[in-house]
Nanobody, 131 residues
Framework: QVQFVESGGGSVQAGGSLRLSCDAS????????MAWFRQVPGKEREKVAS???????TVADSVKGRFTISKDHAKKILYLQMNNLKSEDTGMYYC?????????????????????????WGQGTQVTVSS
């Protein structure tokens, strides 16, 4: 199984910023749905942002106005800019690629909220926000 590589996590004070990156260069193709998920012990993994094109980049309501998802298409790196971090943002952050029946899914949609629809993941990077 091919894995992505996340980096950029760390420990910060509330109100601080971090930028996470996901190296997706293991794939030669670029136009497919990718997403950032986060997970804390004892809770299910949840999507915080998704990206399939520069025109369609979305974030969850809980992080709207604070997080921004973007992609460097030349380097095939997915970013998550995290500003004004809160304690509830603490968790392990993963990037992943969505797959459909015919392979990588070209567009994110309502099914991009379901972790089981993503078949390529990174090892995760820890984000800890203290008050």
């Amino acid at each position: 199984q091919v894995q992505f590589v996340e980096s950029g996590g760390g420990s910060v004070q509330a109100g601080g910023s971090l930028r996470l990156s996901c190296d997706a260069s293991v794939y030669s193709y670029d136009s497919y749905c990718m997403a950032w998920f986060r997970q804390v012990p004892g809770k299910e993994r949840e999507k915080v942002a998704s990206f399939d094109s520069d025109e369609h980049a979305t974030v969850a309501d809980s992080v709207k106005g604070r997080f921004t998802i973007s992609k460097d298409h030349a380097k095939k790196i997915l970013y998550l800019q995290m500003n004004n971090l809160k304690s509830e943002d603490t968790g392990m952050y993963y990037c992943a690629a969505m797959f459909g029946v015919f392979g990588p899914e070209g567009s994110c949609g309502i099914w991009s909220t379901v972790p089981s629809n993503f078949k390529t993941w990174g090892q995760g990077t820890q984000v800890t926000v203290s008050s």
